[in-house]
């Protein structure tokens, strides 16, 4: 499993990037699959608590159900002129609830809710420079790459 904070050491200056992406906006795009593999596409938030990158979920929600029966997933940043930024993995839910309590920011709705963290598998950051489209990506334990196309 890779936490946010292992993406932070390994490639820091590419975290810091995404992460900012992701703080600009409060609404972003998670991709989740529904019972038949095709896509499913909803609104989330997110937050960067302890280790890892969490969102929730209303309870009961579709994208929610998706995600225990399959919790792959991706999560795409609001789009913004700085670049665009996507990550993607496993959600794994939070249901012990001590756990669950240092997972929330104070936002959730009132009631039960889900919580998930994403085991992070990848991240990539797409930009334009000059008359270049640039791809940086990242996996787990391996250097940044990045694909430069004209």
């Known amino acids: 499993m890779a936490t946010w904070q292992q993406f932070e050491r390994e ?3 590419l975290a810091s990037v995404v992460r900012a992406r992701f ?3 409060k609404s972003h795009v998670l991709a989740t699959l529904r019972k038949d593999g095709s896509p ?5 938030e997110v937050d960067f608590q302890g280790p890892d990158l969490s969102f929730g979920s209303m309870l009961g929600a579709v994208k929610a159900l998706d995600l225990r029966r399959d919790g792959r997933c991706a999560i795409h940043a609001h789009p913004h002129d700085d670049g665009d930024a996507k990550v993607a993995g496993v959600a794994v839910e939070i249901t012990d609830p001590d756990e669950k309590r240092a997972y929330t920011t104070g936002d959730e709705p009132p009631g039960d809710f889900h919580a998930f963290r994403l085991d992070l598998h990848e991240a990539v950051l797409t930009s ?8 940086r990506l990242w ?3 391996q250097p940044v790459r990045v694909i430069r196309r004209k």
Do not use: F
């Open 11 to 13: 490639a820091g200056e």
């Open 23 to 25: 703080e600009a906006s």
């Open 40 to 44: 499913r596409v909803s609104g989330t």
């Open 128 to 135: 334009v420079e000059g008359n270049e489209l640039v791809i």
């Open 139 to 141: 996996h787990p334990d």
